[in-house]
Nanobody, 126 residues
Framework: QAQLVESGGGLVQAGGSLRLSCAAS????????MGWFRHPPGKDREFVAA????????YYVDSVKGRFTISRDNFKNMVYLQMNNLKPEDTAVYYC???????????????????WGRGTQVTVAS
């Protein structure tokens, strides 16, 4: 079992930055692949970024490459999403997700994650 709690969302002007955090209460955090997904208004939930539990490799949706960075701290059971040069189209509810030993090839699929946070709102004003 794991519980995930996101924080760090808010309102920011276009071009600004935010850092999302996700705190995981799990004894075996090191075996969890971690991902960030977002649900824009009027659209389906979409993959944003993920970090492998095994290799530490990171993966991003094309629209955020070069602007967002995912990282994890296995000592603190934390995962972060640094978001720079934010755009209005980044506006969404952002969710942290954990997948138990999820393989790297499956990290973009929400169905491969076992636990989800409640989300944090990010609003980017133009």
């Amino acid at each position: 079992q794991a519980q995930l709690v996101e924080s760090g969302g808010g309102l920011v002007q276009a071009g600004g930055s935010l850092r999302l955090s996700c705190a995981a209460s799990a004894r075996t955090f090191i075996t969890y692949a971690m991902g960030w997904f977002r649900h824009p208004p009027g659209k389906d939930r979409e993959f944003v970024a993920a970090i492998s539990w095994r290799s530490g490799n990171t993966y991003y949706v094309d629209s955020v490459k070069g602007r967002f960075t995912i990282s994890r701290d296995n000592f603190k059971n934390m995962v972060y999403l640094q978001m720079n040069n934010l755009k209005p189209e980044d506006t969404a509810v952002y969710y942290c997700a954990a997948g138990v030993r999820t393989s790297d090839g499956s990290l973009v699929h929400s169905s491969e994650y076992d636990y989800w946070g409640r989300g944090t709102q990010v609003t980017v004003a133009s």
